[in-house]
């Protein structure tokens, strides 16, 4: 069975310091994974995605993350915080081989940015 | 092109009363998904159609959740009678295997709330 974890439901950091959202995911199988964004009022945004080739994926709004097979876990980070990055954000794995590509989601981490 | 929508964008009914969310995926989508999110926790697999059949229906929580989706396009999600654990957020998400390697588009959400 498949399984997302994301440490830390809720995570501050000061305006242009770095972001970095962990997320360590349990699977059998090569995993496809997600990190998306909710921002307040609105429906879910996809940020980035790793499905298969080049481990660093880069995403929307200057975001991107590293798939590391050996410690399972594919972490978003930012260089530079912005405050309309303030959002929740969620890790997701789904299985290529499943047939439904069905999202197995973390509980989200809330990050708040300081001015 | 218009992204997924869901109506209506917040639902409150009583206790045993009846309540039918709906879906509209993105044109051309085979595939959609309903989850739901209770206040807290993480966003939890519903069901996933492929055109109008039930590919997984391994999330639905009892029989007093009934999902259709007629000719392959719009879907419902019918609560009878709701129960006060129904209250959450229910996201609809589509997608175009094929396309997108399984990458899930949101709605904006239903929020309900049982009382």
């Known amino acids: 069975a498949q399984s997302v974890t994301q440490l830390g439901s809720h995570v501050s950091v000061s305006e242009g310091a770095l972001v970095l959202l962990r997320c360590n995911y349990s699977?059998?199988?090569?995993?496809?994974l997600f990190w998306y964004v909710q921002y307040p009022n609105q429906g879910l945004q996809l940020l980035l995605k790793?499905?298969?080739?080049?481990?660093l994926v880069k995403g929307i709004n200057g975001f991107e993350a590293e798939f590391k097979k050996s410690e399972t876990s594919f972490h978003l980070t930012k260089p530079s915080a912005h405050m309309s990055d303030a959002a929740e954000y969620f890790c997701?794995?789904?299985?290529?081989?499943?047939?439904?590509?069905?999202?197995?989601f973390g509980t989200g981490t809330r990050l708040k940015v300081l001015a | 092109e218009a992204g997924v929508t869901q109506f209506p964008s917040h639902s409150v009914i009583e206790k045993g009363q009846t309540v039918t969310l709906r879906c509209d995926p993105i044109?051309?989508?085979?595939?959609l998904y309903w989850y739901r999110r209770v206040m807290g926790k993480e966003i939890k697999f519903l069901l996933h159609?492929?055109?109008?059949?039930?590919?997984?229906e391994s999330g639905m929580p009892n029989n007093r959740f009934l999902a259709e989706r007629t000719g392959g396009t719009y879907s419902t999600l019918k609560v009878q009678p709701a129960e006060l654990e129904d209250s959450g957020v229910y996201f609809c998400?589509?997608?175009?295997?094929?396309?997108?390697?399984?990458?899930?588009?949101f709605g904006p959400g239903t929020r309900l709330t049982v009382l």
């Open positions: 998400a589509s997608s175009q295997v094929q396309v997108t390697s399984g990458t899930q588009y």
């Open positions: 699977s059998s199988v090569p995993p496809y």
């Open positions: 790793y499905t298969t080739g080049a481990t």
């Open positions: 997701a794995v789904s299985s290529p081989t499943s047939g439904t590509y069905k999202y197995i």
């Open positions: 044109s051309g989508h085979d595939n």
């Open positions: 159609f492929v055109k109008e059949s039930k590919q997984d």
